[in-house]
């Protein structure tokens, strides 16, 4: 059964500074690993999908990339603001179908 | 377009009573899911459908269903609620099963008391 772990669980930091969010899998015969972001009682939002074949993606200050191999990913935010604190998920999707998700890591980012 | 989206926001039921989540999703998506999310156990499917006319079971089925409307709604029903069922539900929908981005919805916070 696929596991997903995400580590660190929170994590507090000063604006401007650079940030690697981490995403580990334990199954690594997987489709696509995707990234998201949850604000407080809202609905996740899609920030980036990488897709087994890729090494990395990018949008804006994010950049994600999978080393399928050894079963990780890392989403890297850059000059991080203030309007980044918010849940950070990462989910797996395999040949099951089913996606499985990590817990996800609470960032906070302080003026 | 407005993506994905959920009714009721908010329900509370007493142990026992019914009552369906309702989805719909206006992007053409084939695969629709339904999702739990508890403090300290994450995201967890219940149903999914990947195309119109198919659902199956996820992680933690039991004591629901769902219906495939038709291309674009996907409802989740509760027969007999329990204080077990109280969570966020979350509708996501992606064009395929397997490779595709998922796009959710805002949620249905659900109390059974």
């Known amino acids: 059964k696929q596991e997903v772990t995400q580590i660190p669980a929170a994590l507090s930091v000063p604006e401007g500074e650079n940030l690697v969010l981490n995403c580990s899998f334990t199954d690594s015969a997987i489709y696509n690993l995707q990234w998201f972001r949850q604000d407080p009682g809202k609905g996740l939002t899609s920030l980036l999908l990488i897709q087994s074949s890729q090494r990395e993606q990018t949008s804006g200050r994010l950049n994600a990339s999978l080393d399928k191999s050894s079963g990780r990913s890392t989403l890297y935010i850059a000059a991080s603001q203030p309007g980044d604190s918010a849940t950070y998920l990462c989910a797996v999707r395999g040949g099951s179908y089913i996606p499985t998700f990590g817990r996800g890591t609470s960032l906070i980012v302080h003026p | 377009n407005a993506g994905v989206t959920q009714t009721p926001k908010f329900q509370v039921l007493k142990t026992g009573q019914s009552m369906t989540l309702q989805c719909a999703q206006d992007?053409?998506?084939?695969?629709m899911y339904w999702y739990r999310q508890d403090p300290g156990m994450g995201l967890r499917l219940i149903y999914y459908?990947?195309?119109?006319?198919?659902?199956d079971k996820g992680e933690v089925p039991n004591g629901y269903n769902v219906s495939r409307l038709n291309k674009r709604e996907f409802s989740l029903r509760l027969e007999s609620a329990a204080p077990s069922q109280t969570s966020v539900y979350f509708c996501?929908?992606?064009?395929?099963?397997?490779?595709?981005?998922?796009?959710f919805g805002p949620g249905t916070r659900l109390t059974v008391l």
């Open positions: 459908s990947a195309s119109e006319g198919t659902t």
């Open positions: 992007m053409n998506h084939n695969s």
């Open positions: 996501a929908s992606s064009e395929g099963a397997s490779y595709n981005e998922q796009f």
